[in-house]
């Protein structure tokens, strides 16, 4: 019983929420390591990308609520995301025209691109905080648990309740269905098969004549689609405030690495890996021990291997762990 | 004759220099004269400061063409070095357990170190047992000497230190100049976290040092935050000591009365002035000190050498440059020179806030100050510190007031505050805006490379 107790304690308090927020860095990372597989720069406006697009959703489903619309049992962001990422991909392809495209007919170095799209961050910052202002922003309704503590006490006689977030399954739920369809685009289209050409040679693709400006043009509407759809589901499941999103910037691009840039089914990977850390090395596992061992035991400290404030030295530590012994990462990305 | 025209074309752009200098002047002149000669002498000062960051970070991008997205937290590890140098130690939670801190920390540093060490000489699977067992245990051994000390030194009278002091280093030779040491300290600590962000992402990507230096940053200032024990983190160190008088023991003095009379002013608002020009003094001589240096740096052999790497890396490897050990060097001598502004700020401050180092103001802020002013180029960077801090401050103050009166036909209700609120990320969207045009349109900055 004691085992099974701490069992559940385990996937309430660690594997729930490591799985949503890994799947929330993944659908992220996946974005950063497109731009960078054909745009080959590291995108530091994805993280406010984001936010704005989070923001433009948030509006739509204040003005669907204000109407009286809502998706039954499902959150009423989900129908107003749509919105959120035609707004946001607008925003986007006008900066990859303005100002990105300059660039890569320059054939800039990377690094020009990255401080442009410092620039870009700085830009899409302001614009999201004037839409939306700085503070918490609440948007999800419908029911708020699939699985409550409580019903599943009474339900298995257990001392550990289990409680699992709506929020939380749709973000796998969706999650899963966004990876899907990309990898389906991916390998099975003609166009997600000239985005595939394009990332391994460049000069090879535009030999057999692919159009470089319309690989672009795709590569943004995918990472955009993925960046809101992300940011969406990170504000229904925690809660949404600007700042959140640049903070989002270094874990995202610990799982990019971590799994290999350019590599999609790597940025997956890394996005869990990182996720399943920061969680892990965050909880304080006092409880856990306690269940585990024999008899009435429990350990004197918290058994927390850094405390929570600390949760993105995490990210950093795998990130340099990565750089040190395998720099293009665990699956073979771009060169170092 | 072409050795005529570069003559020609170094002339024009002394004179393009000399005159962009004065326009920046008249700017500050004017604020001088609009608001007063002690919130300009403020401003300036600052613009001294933001100009020492932005030669270390000019340093770093425009002799080498590093990026650095960390400066903020480099230059908050210079601003701890104040705290830990002239802060008395605070003997009572010292003597509580409060000495285990620091062994422990030492701990820490040698299970690393061993750790290395032992990666270095053994082969196989025997290094992977060795290196995890030595770490697991190092940390172990760390967090239980360290977590006890840290406990007694946060409950040892909490509410004015909690934390374990400095070194009290103030007076030397009877003058309080004691926290001028802090200032090279400063720099060799920046210097150390430098070394090993450098020692790890260099030669690698050009992404990965912007990334791991993002999250060094990040990593410097939530310890400044969040650990207690060392410079009371969100409540904030105050009473630093500093080099340069107290306005208030200048007042009390008969004969500084007589010296303000004398001037036709009141002791108060003299007194104030005369401080920021102490502290002016002091920081023009630093400023000029390391933009000499640079300039001997930048026209040395070592210098070409960094240019022709910069401009291609693979020409200059082929040559027999080291490469990545050069990027090492210019990385770490950039973010030293960025942790001693660091500290300046602080001690002129006279407070540690750790919850002020954000990094849109130390590290965009100061790379926008870079690009504008003329990157490769040390006069550029000062100028673009000057030009750009005087904006960042002044754009602060127009954005909510420019909002005010736009807004001032309107009804009061929720649209109204809302866009009197938002008019305070004006400054984000304007430095974003620079930052994209002059990259565009002007990339060699106001003062460009010669």
């Given at each position: 019983m004691d085992v099974l107790n701490g069992l559940v304690l385990l996937m309430n308090f660690v594997v729930v929420p490591a799985l949503s927020y890994g799947s929330q860095l993944a659908l992220g990372a996946l974005g950063v390591t497109l731009i960078y597989g054909i745009l080959r720069f590291s995108n530091f406006a994805h993280g406010d990308t984001m936010a704005f697009g989070t923001g433009i959703t948030i509006l739509g489903t204040w003005g669907l609520q204000a109407w009286g619309v809502t998706l039954g049992i499902l959150p009423t962001a989900l129908l107003a995301l749509p919105l959120g990422i035609l707004v946001t991909m607008g925003i986007v392809l006008v900066t990859d025209r303005v100002v990105y495209r300059f660039y890569r007919r320059q054939r800039a170095r990377p690094v020009i691109l990255v401080i442009a799209s410092v620039g870009v961050m700085f830009i899409m910052n302001a614009l999201t905080r004037f839409i939306i202002g700085t503070d918490d922003r609440a948007f999800a309704d419908g029911p708020?648990?699939?699985?409550n503590a409580p019903a599943f006490k009474a339900a298995t006689g257990l001392d550990e309740g289990l409680s699992i977030k709506a929020t939380a399954a749709l973000t796998v739920v969706v999650a899963v269905i966004a990876v899907g369809l990309l990898f389906w685009f991916l390998n099975s289209t003609r166009t997600g098969k000239s985005m595939r050409a394009y990332s391994d040679n460049e000069d090879l693709a535009l030999l057999s004549g692919i159009n470089p400006e319309r690989v672009v043009t795709i590569t943004w509407i995918i990472a955009t689609t993925l960046a809101v759809t992300a940011g969406v589901l990170y504000g229904l499941d925690k809660s949404f405030r600007p700042f959140n999103y640049y903070a989002l910037l270094l874990p995202t691009f610990a799982a990019a690495i971590v799994g290999g840039l350019g590599n999609p089914l790597g940025a997956i990977a890394g996005g869990f890996l990182i996720a399943f850390s920061e969680v892990s090395f965050t909880y304080a596992f006092k409880k856990v021990v306690g269940y585990l061992t024999p008899g009435t035991w429990e350990p004197p400290?918290?058994?927390?291997?850094?405390?929570?404030?600390?949760?993105f030295a995490v990210s950093f530590t795998i990130l340099i762990i990565v750089l040190l012994f395998r720099p293009t990462g665990i699956f073979r990305g771009k060169s170092a | 004759m072409s050795q005529n025209r570069v003559a020609e074309r170094h002339g024009s752009q002394r004179m393009r220099a000399a005159v962009l200098f004065a326009l920046v002047g008249l700017l500050f002149l004017l604020e001088a004269l609009t608001g007063s000669w002690n919130t300009m002498l403020g401003i300036f000062n600052m613009a001294l400061v933001s100009a020492i960051m932005a030669l270390g970070v000019n340093m770093q991008?425009?002799?080498?063409g590093l990026f650095n997205v960390g400066i903020v937290g480099f230059v908050a590890l210079g601003g701890l070095a104040p705290v830990l140098i002239s802060i008395p130690p605070n003997h009572e939670a010292l003597a509580a357990g409060g000495w285990r801190i620091p062994v422990a920390l030492l701990v820490g540093v040698l299970a690393i170190i061993a750790a290395i060490l032992v990666y270095g000489r053994t082969r196989g699977r025997l290094r992977g047992i060795a290196v995890t067992a030595i770490l697991i245990g190092g940390f172990v051994l760390y967090r239980a000497i360290f977590d006890p000390a840290v406990e007694i030194v946060e409950t040892t009278?909490?509410?004015?230190?909690g934390n374990i002091g400095g070194?009290?280093?103030?007076?030397i030779f009877g003058l309080?100049?004691?926290?001028?040491?802090a200032w090279p300290v400063g720099m060799l600590l920046a210097a150390g976290a430098a070394w090993v962000i450098g020692k790890i992402a260099?030669?690698?990507?050009s992404d990965y040092l912007a990334i791991a230096t993002l999250g060094i940053g990040e990593i410097i200032i939530a310890v400044l935050k969040n650990?207690?024990?060392?410079?009371r983190g969100v409540k904030n160190m105050t009473n630093?000591?500093?080099?340069v008088p107290y306005e208030v023991d200048l007042q009390q003095s008969t004969y500084w009365q007589g010296w303000a009379a004398a001037f036709g002013t009141d002791p108060v608002t003299f007194s104030t002035i005369f401080v920021k020009l102490c502290w002016m003094a002091l920081f023009l001589v630093i400023l000029l000190g390391i933009i000499w240096l640079s300039e001997r740096a930048i026209n040395s052999p070592w210098g070409r050498m960094m240019r022709a790497i910069r401009d291609n890396e693979t020409a200059a490897e082929a040559m027999g440059k080291d490469v990545t050990r050069r990027h090492l060097q210019i990385f770490v001598i950039g973010s030293a020179v960025c942790g001693l502004a660091g500290a300046m700020m602080v001690t002129m401050n006279g407070v540690l806030v750790?919850?002020?180092?954000?990094p849109l103001r130390y590290t965009f802020l100061v790379w926008v100050m870079v690009i504008v002013g003329g990157s490769g180029n040390n006069w550029g960077s000062v100028l673009g510190a000057f030009l750009i801090y005087y904006l960042y401050i002044k754009v602060g103050d127009w954005g909510p007031s420019l909002m005010h009166s736009l807004t001032a036909g309107m009804q009061p209700g929720p649209i109204k505050d809302h866009l009197v609120d938002s008019a305070a990320h004006m400054r984000m969207m304007t430095l974003g805006v620079i930052l994209l045009l002059v990259l565009r349109?002007?990339?060699?900055?106001?003062l460009p490379e010669r």
């Open positions: 708020r648990f699939l699985v400290g918290l058994v927390q291997l850094l405390s929570t404030d600390y949760k | 991008w425009g002799y080498a009278n909490p509410s004015f230190a070194l009290g280093i103030n007076r309080h100049v004691g926290v001028l040491l260099l030669g690698l990507r650990e207690d024990w060392l410079a630093i000591p500093r080099p750790p919850s002020e180092y954000t349109f002007s990339p060699r900055g106001l």
